[in-house]
């Protein structure tokens, strides 16, 4: 069972060249310490159904999950949990990874916020499927030992070993992990087996690695902890891989050396013969790579992270091995099939899951084995300079097959022409082999999207693949999206044809679309993605969600709030009939009112349907106590596509043109459907294509649609090469580099939209992504969108005004104005971390002696232009590199009080300069690129040092200007 495995990397195959050359070895695959062939299971969630009427769709979320479908209709309407017939299909998916079951919390079916699935799980009794129980010590999921425990002792599906149920563990200590034991042994006997966990902490993130190994020191503090671990609990494991990444120049991904140097020494301590009867336990991990770039993200890397974090766990020995999560759909930790991941990780879960048992079944059932079980990876979205890269990853069919394909991989423009052919890449078709086909993406300046073409040749005969396949779009300077997309050739619909044309309508700024599809099998869903974002699916059945067609015009409410709070008003539609749809309020004589009503950043609101006809008579009226009174008339939410108005404590009412999908409809089950629809555009140039969905799973990518020619036009941007590990200056079209002139009237409520993109909208004491419409904390939240993460009570204690009011100026240009608290939210890639800008505005301090926060690049942590700050009379800044390191610079050129003094920020990846009030100062060095990506906020970050005065015409430009 146990023989030569291909394992990645430091770990024995693909060492990768730029050029994408890669060599291959093999390593000896050990048995499990204890267990004869290692567990692995995926800790789950368990929240989210596989119904597409639940929210199963939003634009905050930079993925969505592959098998939803109607057909997964529920046995309770009523019940929008996990009801049996998800949880079947979830269970035939593990079958298909090779994974042994879920790990689950019991607490959440005690509290009934999950359905009860150990019963779904008993009742089908699969021999192959598990579920281990999690102890969690407090929060929602603790865990009760007189409730939970009887529940997983009866259960014959929970994991046992020798016949004790083992426990996983999720945020415990040594101290309650061992209350936990102590209580339950005495109340249910020597029944359990209890792994205690710990993650990588601050000595061993922060080791050098010399020579590949920890310091004899840290090695010996790790041992002398795991021993006493394992003399008090039945196993220990390292768990929170996630936060086991390397900060790279442009994201951090999955630090497979520490790994190793980590697990070795763990082996070793596990060998003593003391610990020989103990379970040896690991984590591995897939990504973090949620929407809003919040906490420890961490690349998939292609497949890179699922497998060398999965295979250094099975190296070093590990019994049971945890992959968290199945299904985190927030933070894009997703195991499970996804349409962005596809089948990919499935198809590399089962074939390492089924060599560890000895079995040779690798293919997935259904499959042509006559096309090579290739899968290809890429980002969704590059900025100009990041590495332009493409995983190829060979799973094989089989052990021992010694036949051998070619590929070659073309790189081609939207009309075609051949920008970059590779070497070609030789795979032995019975070994895991990746090459990684690599070039710097700057030498594609010109282009907005990039088309793959693979010749892949097998006995003597070549196969072009290219239609399908993900295209691989460039934006100059900015990115929200890190998401690679994964794509096995196998899995591609085997014959599909798409039509999709663009065309102005008599409104500016909409479009309409025209689709027709047609496929080789019955499709799921039909989706119109504009920059990777669902705006229109086609489907069948019933259930169709509120979107506007040409029937009705639907109208998009949300009421949300920095700080939590309850509120007591009404929303009414006058002038014509109107159908609502809204969060759990009754709606009478189309008006909802609520009192009392609790309000934060999870999303409350829903829908308002409007005849088109009766458009013109329309108006929205508004009343919520003190804090919000206004009249919109429908025609000028139509013209104007968002309207936002805010109140005390950071309360919202949000008011958008809904012109996007925000739920799946029921499944199309046609191969054929046409359609023609409104939409707005995210950016000037925004990227359209159709994405093809099939029950199966497979999937096909028609050729994008640009919705405005590149202009002939273009500008010097200057990026960081990742290649060339310095900056450089490339031409770039000047309708894809953003130059945000913002418009800060009124005229949309606190909304502070530009020309250029959408996402880049921001607002004025709010959550961004009520004005930017993508990237919240989640898929009904904004959490992620506020400078605040959560954090709001605590950082904006006792502020009751977040929103800057706009003040006429004796000159006839407003001016924003700042009290203390007020401050101006915008997202990411505004302030870009990987290229040149110039950022320019005019203040009027009140006072420049008092230390007070401008403008900076942060939320949780730091971002790129950390801070600009008034101190000691001037400017003082800092900007943060992507390895960590601060670099401070201070202006010798006073600002006055009670004035106005403009100043401009310019940055060229290499130093900072500024001009204030005319007067030049700098160069202060501050190498490039930037840390995280963050949003930008103005006037505040928290209680400490908020500005005081007036600010306006700032403008963010990322070109860098001339002193």
Known sequence: MYKQFVLLSLCGCAVVSMCGCATVSGLEFPKPHRLERPIIFSQAQMKYTLRNRSNAYYSNWVDWPLFVSSDFAPIDPDDRRIQAPDFAKMQELVGLYGLD????????????????????ADASARPDFCLVPIITPGGSFKYDVDQDTPVILESPTTLAIDGKKLFWIYGVTDVSLGAYRDEMRTKFGDRFLFMMGRPFNEAIRNDPLEGGALAPALQEEIKQQLRADLRQFDGFAWVGMSTNGTLSDNERVFNLAR???????????????????????????????????????????????????????????????????????????SLRPTVFNGLAYMRVMRYITHWTRGEKDFALPGDNLDIPGLVVSVRKILCLGELFAVELLNVPDQPGDKSRYEVVLRLRSLDGRLLHEFPACVFKAGELQEHRPTIGSEVLAGERVVLLELAVT????????????????????????????????????????????????????????????????????????????????????????????????????????????????????????????????????????????????????????????????????????????????????????????????????????????????????????????????????????????????????????????????TVPVTVYSSMQKRPVTVAVPSNLVPQLDFDWSDARGIVVPNAF??????????????????????????????????????????????????????????????????????????????????????????????????????????????????????????????????????????????????????????????????????????????????????????????????LRNLTISHTVATP
């Open 259 to 333: 790994a190793q140097a980590v697990l070795a020494v763990t082996a070793e301590v596990f060998r003593e013969p003391e610990f020989k009867d103990k379970i040896f336990g690991a984590s591995a991990v897939a990504e973090h790579s949620n929407a809003g770039r919040l906490g420890h993200t961490l690349s998939s890397d292609g497949t890179r992270t699922l497998r060398h974090s999965l295979m250094a766990a099975l190296q070093a020995g590990a019994d049971v091995i945890n992959i968290p999560e199945w299904d985190e759909q927030n933070e894009n930790t």
């Open 458 to 713: 097998k006995n003597g005969q070549t196969t072009v693949w290219s239609d399908g396949l993900p295209a691989v779009q460039l934006q100059a300077t900015w990115n929200n999206d890190y998401k690679w997309v994964k794509q096995c050739l196998r899995d591609l619909i085997p014959a599909a044809e798409a039509s999709l044309t663009l065309a102005p309508t008599a409104e500016p700024g909409i479009l309409r679309a025209t689709g027709a599809v047609k496929a080789s099998e019955t499709l799921k869903q039909v989706e119109l993605l504009d920059n990777w974002d669902a705006v229109y699916t086609a489907g069948g059945g019933d259930f169709q969600p509120p979107r506007e067609n040409d029937e009705n015009v639907v109208v998009r409410l949300s009421i949300n709030s920095l700080l939590p709070q309850k509120v007591t008003g009404r929303i009414a539609v006058k002038g014509a009939p109107s159908h609502w749809k809204v969060d759990r309020r009754v709606v009478k004589d189309g008006a909802w009112s609520v009192k009392n009503f609790p309000v934060s950043h999870w999303f409350r609101g829903g829908m308002i349907s409007i005849p088109r006809s009766a458009a013109g008579s329309a108006s929205i009226r508004i009343a919520f106590d003190d804090q919000v009174e206004a009249v919109l008339p429908l025609t000028e939410l139509l013209t104007k596509q968002t309207v936002i108005y805010g109140g005390k404590g950071g309360f919202t009412v949000a008011l958008t043109r809904h012109l996007r999908q925000l739920q799946q409809p029921d499944d199309l089950n046609a191969d054929t459907t046409q359609f023609s629809v409104n939409f707005a555009p995210d950016q000037l140039c925004s990227v359209m294509q159709l994405q093809l969905v099939a029950p199966s799973g497979r999937i096909w990518r028609s050729r994008p649609v640009l919705t405005a020619p590149l202009a002939a036009e």
């Open 757 to 950: 993109a959408r996402p880049l909208w921001g607002i004025r004491g709010g959550f961004y992504n009520l004005a930017s419409l993508r990237l919240g904390g989640g898929g009904s939240c904004s959490n992620g969108a506020s400078p605040g993460l959560g954090n709001a009570q605590k950082i904006w204690a006792g502020i009751t005004d977040f929103v800057p009011a706009l003040e006429p100026q004796a000159d006839g240009v407003p001016a924003l104005r700042f009290r203390g608290g007020e401050h101006v939210a915008f997202p990411i890639g505004v302030i870009p971390r990987r290229s040149g800008f110039t950022l320019s505005f005019d203040i009027k301090p009140d006072d420049v002696t008092r230390p007070q926060f401008l403008l900076g690049c942060r939320r949780e942590y730091v971002g790129t232009l950390s801070s600009l700050e008034i101190a000691d009379g001037t400017l003082r800044g800092s900007y943060s590199d992507y390895m960590v390191k601060s670099w401070d610079f201070t202006a010798d050129v006073p600002l006055r009080a009670g004035v106005w003094n403009t100043v401009t920020v310019i940055y060229d990846l290499l130093a900072v300069r500024m001009v204030i009030n005319g007067q030049a100062v700098g160069p202060f060095p501050a190498p490039g690129p930037g840390l995280y990506d963050m949003p930008t906020t103005i006037g505040t970050w928290s209680t400490e040092n908020p500005y005081r005065g007036l």
């Open 101 to 120: 079951g879920y790990g689950y919390w019991q607490a959440a079916i005690r509290n009934k916020t999950r359905s009860d699935f150990v019963g779904f």
